[in-house]
């Protein structure tokens, strides 16, 4: 089965054409390396906009929202907020394999990430740090599981 996906960077600076995205082409060459049809990077600024382009890609019928950024302590760091409000059920597993996958590899602040998973009826959004080596960390550890739980979302036999 093919699935769609979207990728979406929360970031004031490269919202506003101060530096470059760095880390929503990781995440899409990650899913393209998965076989995941994924166009280029949502580039938005931190809180309320991650909120409606998550609506937004989720109405438009794809089947999987990596985003990058705005997981930190930083008081515009909304990222897991914007989520929650849009996703019906949490996938706890998920976020925490992100962060498992940087402590294990020697990343110690890979723990203050605040990214969440879950569900927004059959759309699996999982929150992704806003570093270039979150992103790798991140399609790192799902990987192994990411087009298994798609499948699963999708009804088929698991």
């Not at 600076?13 to 949502?42: H, K, N, Q, W």
Request: proline share 7%; with cysteine; charged share 20%.
């Amino acid at each position: 089965m093919s699935y769609r996906a979207a990728v979406i960077t929360a970031s004031n600076r490269s919202a506003a054409g101060l530096r470059p995205d760095t880390s929503g082409p990781i995440l899409v060459a990650g899913l393209r390396d998965l076989g995941i049809e994924v166009g280029d990077p949502l580039v938005v600024p931190d809180g309320e906009p991650v909120g409606q382009a998550l609506r937004d890609a989720v109405a438009s019928g794809i089947d999987l929202i990596l985003t990058t950024g705005g997981t930190g302590l930083s008081p515009t760091d909304r990222t897991p907020e914007m989520t929650r409000l849009v996703i019906d059920r949490e996938v706890p597993g998920l976020a925490d394999a992100i962060r498992d996958h940087g402590t294990q590899h020697g990343i110690a602040t890979a723990v203050l990430s605040r990214g969440i998973a879950g569900l927004a009826g059959r759309v699996l959004i999982i929150n992704a740090p806003g570093s270039p080596g979150g992103c790798r960390d991140a399609i790192a550890a799902l990987s192994p599981v990411l087009v298994h739980a798609l499948d699963q979302i999708s009804g088929l036999d698991h």
